[in-house]
């Protein structure tokens, strides 16, 4: 049982009402996707943004400079990073970055847990990209920031219900359901429900807000089912591979909604499978880079 010394929120809403203005996006965050939103943003906009915080452009310049986006030569300047890579790489750069401190924290490096759901997040991100492959309606910078912050709920719940937290994990693995189920055992909601509380509360746009509060529960989404089906795929692909489950286990295990709402088939979602194992490896020095 939890601690009496947890008191457990009644509804996502209250936990949002708790946090106050705890509860907001990091501003650069917020900057990055009104561009994601809009067409007319320049390269020089996204770099005065960018260049407004040191911090966040050094840590910009080293993931452009990974292993990861294979640069001709080593850029030294965000405009060098722009010209080689592109805006929506660096845009995505910069929100991956800048994301950092929200999941982890200048003081969580012994957070396992915190780590486990960055990386997941981050792998979900990247995983999008190939998903949209079988739904060219869907904007591929909209996917990626949809899936870098589909799990907010999670962060949030662990770092102001740390003990309700830690039994939803052991409820999880003990009764081998999935962590949302858990939640909804022991909170009377998931993550899932969080984020698009959060997602109201931050005013985000309709289509983020269902990838965030639906990823679970595609038939839910009216609006932009066909990202939050996006992004309910590149989870559960992202957790396939994180888990290291064998290949008789890949087609149960991929959101069945999702998947008939992309029209994929079990031969599509093998070979998808395969791909996105490939773009983890190639991605695995992201996740300590952004810290």
């Known amino acids: 049982m939890v601690a009496k010394s947890e008191v457990l929120p009644k509804s996502p809403q209250e936990v949002v009402q708790n946090l106050g203005e705890i509860a907001m996006l990091p501003q650069v965050v917020m900057k ?37 986006y294979g640069l001709p030569r080593r850029v030294s300047s965000l405009r060098e990073a722009v010209m080689f890579l592109g805006f929506r790489a660096v845009r995505n750069i910069a929100m991956t970055a800048s994301c950092y401190n929200l999941f982890i924290g200048k003081s969580d490096s012994q957070s396992l847990l915190k780590r486990r759901i960055w990386k997941h997040s981050v792998d979900t ?8 492959a079988f739904a060219p309606d869907v904007v591929p910078d909209e996917a990626f920031a949809a899936g870098l912050l589909h799990d907010i709920g999670k962060t949030v719940l662990e770092q102001y219900y740390p003990q309700a937290t830690m039994q939803v994990v052991q409820t999880a ?12 055992q022991i909170l009377g909601f998931n993550h899932a ?20 509060g639906y990823h679970h529960y595609v038939p839910a989404a009216s609006v932009a089912p066909k990202l939050v089906a996006v992004v309910a795929i590149a989870s559960d692909i992202a957790n396939l591979l994180e888990s290291g489950a064998t ?35 190639r991605s695995a020095g992201l996740h300590n880079m952004a810290a």
């Open 193 to 212: 429900d969080l984020g698009l509380a959060l997602a109201l509360h931050w005013n985000l746009p309709t289509v983020l807000a269902e990838a965030l």
């Open 32 to 68: 990055v996707l009104d561009m994601t939103s809009n067409t007319r943003a320049t390269t020089q906009e996204l770099e005065d943004v960018i260049g407004q915080d040191q911090g966040l452009t050094s840590k910009v310049l080293t993931l452009a400079n990974s292993s990861y």
């Open 173 to 184: 693995e003990r009764l081998g359901i999935r962590h949302h189920e858990a939640e909804e």
């Open 247 to 281: 290949e008789e286990n890949w087609l149960g295990a991929i959101n069945e909604d999702a998947r008939k709402t992309l029209a994929i088939t079990p031969e599509q979602i093998e070979t998808l499978i395969e791909g996105c194992r490939v773009e983890v490896e």
């Open 125 to 132: 991100s990247l995983l999008t990209r190939l998903v949209c």
